[in-house]
């Protein structure tokens, strides 16, 4: 049975029983190489991130089942896939399932886990794309949200890839940008207290030893000052990195800092400060990077272009925090009909303003 | 030894053939870049073109455009553009003219924040919507409630200022807010796994530190490249952005093609 595949110069011909014609495909792929090499002159990004939107109306277009047009989006993207692996682009992010799209119409939502559950099972077989191109696939998300069988391949897949280093496929599923930035808070907050615990620890030890002089020379008269007075914070966490190494000092440096601004606080009102005095002992400070370590996107850099189908001018909750440097673009074309004359157009807009926003990202 | 010779020839030749093959590539790629440029050229002349029709009120369907849909409109500038206060300032004029009432302008570096008291004092009847910061529980319903009385003003145009430190930073802010919650609460022994927090105490917690605004329904980009600069992450969940191209270029249609194109989009919000 030969399956449908949009008819493209340059597409790969699809896997199953259909009709090759040999010198064809070779005069295509010999094209398509030279394309890439004239491409590769210039920069190419290092990483690119797919919003794969319009399969649904894709298939109403054509006519097709229901399921039939996932399954039309699946093989593009397996297509686009091979195209940016063998351009040289070593991150490539797609947006699979939104933890919005569980609001969907149940049948449907089992029919794509269903759809996921099989294609991760494709790819651990031997001669799929991972091990061609040596992919390490991650998988983005809350995964917990997902049922098991499709949690226990995706983990599978993770595992049996994390050794390939060529290149990185990351796969955001059960996926929103804003769970990620609650998820990196949340996991800041865990690993602040369990700092500031020990921290305590080694303060009990030293309660015998003379408080003595604290270590201050800043005046801080409100909490909101502290924090946009970073200088404030530099000297406090100057000392050490956590408590462990530098035991007394450092915390010393802290309370104080606290003590002072618990007594100018203290004659305004009651229930915030007394949170704070509370706080005597552990010392919060959660710094920008320290959430940005536990994004679930840490494992790669920032995408440098981001593209969605079917023309969309929105992010959809997708990558808000990393695409502050990011290149958005917008193709017409819906998710199965994207080929390679959408990714080349979009490399070389990428290549237009590549000097400008590398400039941007210089800035931070 | 002739053999050593001709290995050196053989060398030297391809790499000159190595040389050449680069040098065609790289005409090639210039070539490729030099027919897009002309073509950009060739999409602006008639942007341009259309634009001055949308302007004269030429093109029928411009003519009412269903505005209340855009409740929260928002405007990144690139910050070396944000210097030119009198662009700025018409572009303003613009969309109270058009009928937009709640702008927000963000530029990375803060400059739009420095020339704030200039701006609102070329703009008639422009208000500044600040969003108060506070430490204070009792304060949150008051602040709810100033900021809707703000928002439903129709009379003032109101004129939010954001910048970068209210994005990543803010966010940063926030968790220590969270976080002051968490250990104040005691669960530190409770099943590390669990869920601590929720998205609604997040916003809450952005509220807290000033960077609590509403979310934009649409978002003009005036710049090189079509990119939100680090406009505060939480308030683009479904904002619509659109590319206007750089300030210095900017025009009457087609700010009203690009609200117009807005008025036009229906979204699933992932169903």
């Known amino acids: ?364 | 030894m002739d053999f050593s010779n001709e290995s050196r020839v053989l060398h030297r030749c391809s790499a000159q053939v190595l040389d050449i093959g680069n040098l065609l590539l790289l005409s090639l790629w210039h070539l490729v870049h030099s027919i897009i440029s002309i073509c950009n050229f060739t999409l602006d002349i008639a942007n341009v073109l259309e634009s001055y029709l949308i302007s004269s009120g030429l093109l029928g369907r411009y003519k009412s455009l269903h505005i209340a849909k855009l409740r929260y409109l928002a405007i990144v500038i690139e910050s070396e553009e944000a210097y030119q206060t009198s662009k700025i300032i018409e572009l303003l004029q613009w969309l109270e003219a058009v009928g937009v009432k709640h702008v927000c302008l963000y530029d990375k570096e803060g400059i739009l924040k420095k020339s704030k008291d200039f701006i609102l004092e070329n703009l008639d009847g422009a208000i500044w919507f600040q969003v108060l910061s506070y430490w204070q529980p009792s304060i949150y319903a008051m602040q709810d409630a100033h900021e809707n009385n703000v928002l439903l003003d129709q009379q003032h145009m109101t004129l939010e200022f954001v910048s970068f430190s209210d994005g990543k930073e803010a966010v940063a802010k926030a968790a220590n807010v969270l976080f002051m919650k968490y250990s104040k609460s005691g669960v530190t022994d409770q099943n590390q796994k669990e869920k601590i927090f929720t998205e609604s105490q997040m916003s809450e917690a952005l509220k807290t530190v000033g960077s609590g605004g509403p979310e934009p329904d649409l978002l003009l980009v005036y710049g090189p490249a079509r990119c939100h600069l680090g406009f505060p992450a939480w308030r683009i969940k479904y904002t619509e952005i659109v590319h206007m191209g750089p300030l210095k270029s900017m025009n009457y249609g087609s700010l009203i093609k690009a609200i117009y194109k807005f008025t036009m989009v229906r979204q699933n919000y992932g169903k």
Not at chain 1, 60 to 68: A, D, I, M, S
Not at chain 1, 148 to 160: C, D, G, L, Q, W
Not at chain 1, 182 to 187: L, N, S, T
């Open chain 1, 1 to 364: 049975m030969v399956t449908s595949v949009p008819n493209k110069v340059g597409n790969y011909s699809s896997t199953g029983n259909g009709v090759h014609k040999p010198f064809f495909d070779d005069i295509t792929n010999f094209l398509r190489r030279f394309l890439f090499r004239v491409l590769s002159v210039g920069p190419i990004p290092t990483h690119l991130a797919f919003i794969m939107d319009g399969n649904r109306r894709y298939a109403k277009k054509q006519n097709l089942k229901e399921g039939e047009g996932h399954k039309a989006g699946y093989l593009a993207l397996m297509s686009l896939l091979r195209y940016c692996y063998e351009l040289g682009i070593k991150y490539v992010t797609i947006y699979a399932f939104s933890i919005e799209n569980f609001k969907r119409r149940p049948d449907e939502v089992q029919s794509l886990m269903d759809l996921m559950l099989e294609k991760m099972e494709a790819l651990l077989m031997e001669e799929s794309i991972v091990n061609q191109y040596g992919i390490r696939v991650c998988f983005i998300g809350n995964l917990r949200l997902l049922s098991e069988p499709v949690r226990a391949a995706a983990e599978k897949v993770m595992k049996v890839t994390s050794n390939n280093s060529k290149a990185m496929l990351l796969v955001c599923v059960a996926y929103t940008a804003s769970n990620e930035i609650v998820h990196a808070v949340e996991g800041s907050c865990k690993e602040k207290e369990k700092e500031f615990r020990l921290c305590n620890l080694n303060n009990n030890v030293m309660d015998d030893v003379k408080e003595g002089e604290k270590v201050n020379g800043m005046v801080v008269h409100d909490i909101q000052d502290f924090y946009e007075d970073t200088s404030v914070e530099s000297q406090g966490l100057k000392q050490g990195k956590g408590c462990n190494g530098t035991p007394y000092h450092a915390c010393e440096s802290f309370e104080s800092n606290w003590d002072q601004v618990l007594t100018s606080k203290a004659s305004k009102s009651g229930e915030v400060s007394e949170g704070f005095r509370n706080l005597r002992q552990e010392v919060p400070l959660i710094k920008l990077v320290d959430i940005e370590k536990h994004m679930y996107m840490a494992v790669a850099p920032d995408p440098d272009m981001l593209i969605r189908s079917s023309g969309e001018s929105r992010l959809s909750n997708f990558l808000l925090w990393q695409t502050s440097n990011c290149q958005l673009y917008s193709p017409a074309a819906l998710w199965p009909e994207i080929g390679l004359s959408q990714l080349v157009w979009a490399i070389l807009k990428f290549q237009q303003s590549h000097s400008y926003l590398e400039k941007k990202m210089k800035q931070l």
